[in-house]
């Protein structure tokens, strides 16, 4: 590590960031790893805030992993506030795009999902060709900003609500708004918005009339059930 004589004298190390000085991929996961351990064994964090420290393995792909405009949507409980995991959904949609089909997403991962976000994490630094796909395949040169503009007008455009009752809600509205506008660079039909948001209403309606799907909709059968279902319904109003 090269730093000026007096760094030690004038820094206070409370303050101070590891980084690595090469990009080599081993390097960036020891350092991101120590930056994370510090988190978690500080202040308790959700898995989502503690794996936030990951999004700066590579700072051209922060606002990637964590866009700005997407940190107003939230589930709200009666006692909590939850915002959208974005690294969730690209995740989950990467895969969906590689394997054409939600019936293998997440397989063997349930007991481990911050496992397999952190794996995605991984790969998209890497840009390895593994089960998310490639992501320079999807981005070349890692160009994504003109899909997340396009994306962001939609949510506008559609008037899509800030606040969602349950994750089901959450869920139905953006994998297929995600997947058809940021990985199939499509644009929407906003003059249906309202029979489009009709259909997803309708979607989420028989979704919480199973009292399964409500007990436990983290389970992989119901998710899958939620990215298909809501794919399908945008693909209809895209072009």
Do not use: W
């Not at 351990?37 to 308790?44: D, R, S």
């Not at 589930?75 to 590689?98: A, G, P, W």
């Not at 209403?201 to 939620?226: E, Q």
């Amino acid at each position: 590590m090269n730093v000026a004589p007096d760094f030690f004298e004038t820094t206070f190390l409370g303050f101070s960031y590891l980084v690595p000085s090469i990009s080599d991929e081993q390097q960036q996961k020891y350092y991101s790893s120590v930056f994370r351990n510090i988190n978690i064994q500080g202040v308790a964090l959700l898995p989502q805030e503690s794996r936030a420290s990951l999004y700066f393995l590579d700072k051209d792909l922060v606002q990637f992993f964590e866009p700005d405009f997407a940190k107003i949507f939230v589930v709200k409980s009666v006692s909590n506030v939850t915002e959208i995991d974005f690294v969730r959904c690209l995740s989950l949609l990467s895969q969906y795009k590689k394997d054409g089909t939600a019936n293998y997403i997440a397989r063997s991962y349930k007991p481990q999902m911050e496992k397999y976000y952190e794996e995605y994490i991984y790969s998209v630094v890497a840009d390895t060709d593994d089960k998310y796909g490639q992501f320079s395949t999807t981005f070349p040169a890692k160009k994504y900003d003109d899909r997340y503009q396009n994306l962001q007008q939609a949510l506008n455009s559609l008037e899509i609500k800030k606040e969602f009752p349950s994750i089901i809600d959450l869920d139905v509205y953006f994998f297929g708004l995600i997947y058809t506008i940021v990985f199939e660079n499509k644009t929407m039909d906003f003059i249906r918005k309202e029979e489009l948001k009709n259909e997803i209403d309708t979607k989420i309606a028989a979704f919480r009339k199973d009292p399964s799907h409500i007990k436990a909709p983290s389970n992989l059968g119901h998710l899958r059930a939620r990215i298909s279902s809501s794919i399908e319904i945008y693909q209809k109003y895209a072009s």
